[in-house]
T-cell receptor, first 113, second 115 residues
Framework: AQSVTQLDSQVPVFEEAPVELRCNYS??????LFWYVQYPNQGLQLLLK??????LVKGINGFEAEFNKSQTSFHLRKPSVHISDTAEYFC???????????FGDGTTLTVKP | GAGVSQTPSNKVTEKGKYVELRCDPI?????LYWYRQSLGQGPEFLIY????????DSGLPNDRFFAVRPEGSVSTLKIQRTERGDSAVYLC???FGGGANYGYTFGSGTRLTVV
């Protein structure tokens, strides 16, 4: 069975500071990895995904994530955050060939001026 | 349509009643997913359709939950004899193909409250 652990439930940062949201997963097979973002009063939106190849993937809004197979991690980073990045971020994993994904419980990123 | 549409956006029902939640996916998306999100938690998988058939219904919690997609487009999630524990946001998502590698486009969800 798969599981996803988002290590921080809340991350407060100041505007223009760097941020890292941590995600660890467990799975017995090869996986796809995703980050979704949910802005206030909006639906979940795909931020980026890792399928294969380069372990560093770039997404929308300047975010990037690095797949580390040995550490079973997929941490999300941004070098300089904006107030508008305030949102809930969800990490998700899916077995290759499967349709469903398993989500973490989310990390609330709050960017303060 | 331009996005995934879910109706109603909010539904309040009494314990024991029957409810139907509707999802209209993006035109041309063959795969449709239902997830449930409780407060403070991430989305939890319920069922996944590829075309008209349920490809994976392993997440349905019990036989009170049922979903259909008769024409391969709109889907309805049906909950019988609702219980207070069914209260959650029910999310629908669609994707162009059947694998998770495509990523999902989510709707805004239906907030179900059972009183």
């Amino acid at each position: 069975a798969q599981s996803v652990t988002q290590l921080d439930s809340q991350v407060p940062v100041f505007e223009e500071a760097p941020v890292e949201l941590r995600c660890n997963y467990s799975s017995s097979v090869s996986v796809y990895l995703f980050w979704y973002v949910q802005y206030p009063n909006q639906g979940l939106q795909l931020l980026l995904k890792y399928l294969s190849g380069s372990t560093l993937v770039k997404g929308i809004n300047g975010f990037e994530a690095e797949f580390n197979k040995s550490q079973t991690s997929f941490h999300l980073r941004k070098p300089s955050v904006h107030i508008s990045d305030t949102a809930e971020y969800f990490c998700a994993v899916s077995d290759r060939g499967a349709g469903k994904s398993t989500f973490g419980d989310g990390t609330t990123l709050t960017v303060k001026p | 349509g331009a996005g995934v549409s879910q109706t109603p956006s909010n539904k309040v029902t009494e314990k024991g009643k029957y409810v139907e939640l509707r999802c209209d996916p993006i035109s041309g998306h063959t795969a449709l997913y239902w997830y449930r999100q409780s407060l403070g938690q991430g989305p939890e998988f319920l069922i996944y359709f590829q075309g008209t058939g349920a490809a994976d219904d392993s997440g349905l919690p019990n036989d009170r939950f049922f979903a259909v997609r008769p024409e391969g487009s709109v889907s309805t999630l049906k909950i019988q004899r609702t219980e207070r524990g069914d209260s959650a946001v029910y999310l629908c998502a669609s994707s162009f193909g059947g694998g998770a590698n495509y990523g999902y486009t989510f709707g805004s969800g239906t907030r179900l409250t059972v009183v």
